[in-house]
């Protein structure tokens, strides 16, 4: 049976159980790497440029992980899912810059992604990718059907059942979910709310961000995700703070982020990587926002391959600590 190397960073916590489908349906056998360690940092960041932000960093270690683990690695082209609304220019060489900086890494299975050249050319993106597995277009048309109501049932676990991604994929996959969760539009409690914005890739790999979700819940607040947002929530939002959107990644977190500054969550987290220019201009719009409202304590935090592990929890412990005072005296706080 062919294997398909998929790396678990970047847009696996978006598209994980879509691929997998796909793939899986065409008989392929789905590897993917394990959850993100030093070791597969510090080789990652070996092979590229020091100004390489932290998240493709680490997405090289991943590749490097799956070399020779695999028959394929795929690694998509996406530009666009959105019309007139795009991807980072890293994701849009990532397939390159593989190939440039781990050689040995297996051939790459590289489809490209834009919706702004019509479905025609979508489709025929689609049967190329299943080509490598089969010949039969009505075959490949069928995984390609099954994915697409996967990643559906996907994003109705997370935004209809509050699901985090990580949650979402166990119960794809059947296996217990690992943090039960209520939807954030029905709270099952009056345990206070914190949101974290943010890229998926820096918000559920834990060791970019320190199990930072998980020390939230551990001190009893319950985390509120920009995956638990509809379309729906998360455009108005967006185009509240900044207008029509460029960067595709400004509704998970402008969006995101504007929504949860106004929706009575009790404080709001944006995770960010030194060295991400989009990253950079979205958390600015985003204190900005929390400044003029003063309505809810708003932090951001920027991650790099050398931030430790206590410097997170110092902040985040002050910041606990500022949104209980803030619920108790009624303070106007923001950092
Ligand atoms: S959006 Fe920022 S963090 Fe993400 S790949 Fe692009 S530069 Fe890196």
Redesign the pocket.
């Known amino acids: 049976m062919i294997k398909v190397g998929i790396p678990r960073a970047?847009l696996y916590y978006q598209y994980y159980p879509m691929w997998k489908t796909f793939f899986e349906e065409l008989g392929a056998e789905v590897v993917v790497s394990s959850p993100t360690t030093q070791t597969m940092l510090s080789k990652g960041s070996a092979r590229v440029v020091a100004e390489t932000?932290?998240?493709?960093k680490i997405f090289m270690g991943h590749v490097l992980s799956l070399v020779r683990k695999c028959d394929y690695m795929f690694i998509p082209t996406i530009r666009s899912v959105k019309r007139k609304v795009y991807n980072?220019?890293?994701?849009l060489g990532l397939p390159d810059m593989t190939k440039a900086v781990i050689p040995e890494s297996p051939p790459i299975l590289d489809i490209d992604i834009d919706i702004n050249r019509g479905k025609r050319y979508l489709y025929q993106a689609i049967y190329q990718l299943g080509r490598h597995f089969s010949w039969n277009p009505l075959k490949v048309r069928q995984a390609s059907i099954a994915a697409w109501q996967i990643h559906l049932n996907y994003q109705q676990l997370m935004s209809g059942h509050g699901l985090t991604p990580l949650s979402a994929i166990g119960r794809l996959s059947s296996l217990p979910p690992t943090e039960p969760k209520t939807s954030p539009n029905h709270p099952a409690s009056n345990q206070a709310n914190i949101a974290v914005v943010g890229?998926p890739?820096?918000l559920y790999d834990e060791h970019v961000n320190h199990r930072l979700i998980h020390r939230l819940e551990q001190a009893n607040y319950r985390v509120l995700t920009p995956a638990m947002l509809t379309t729906e929530q998360l455009e108005p939002a967006t185009a509240k703070l900044v207008g029509r959107a460029y960067?595709t990644?400004e509704d998970e977190v402008v969006g995101a982020g504007g929504h949860y500054l106004e929706s009575g969550a009790d404080g709001v987290i944006g995770i960010?990587?030194f060295?991400?220019?989009?990253?950079s201009l979205m958390m600015d719009t985003l204190h900005r926002q929390a400044v003029r409202l003063k309505t809810t304590p708003f932090m951001s935090l920027t991650l790099e391959e050398h931030t430790a592990e206590a410097g997170v929890v110092t902040r985040l412990e002050a910041f606990i600590d500022m949104i209980s005072r803030k619920k108790r005296e009624g303070v106007e706080t923001c950092v």
Request: with cysteine.
């Open positions: 970047l932000c932290l998240p493709v980072c220019s890293k994701f890229h890739y820096l960067w990644y960010m990587t060295g991400c220019g989009p990253d």
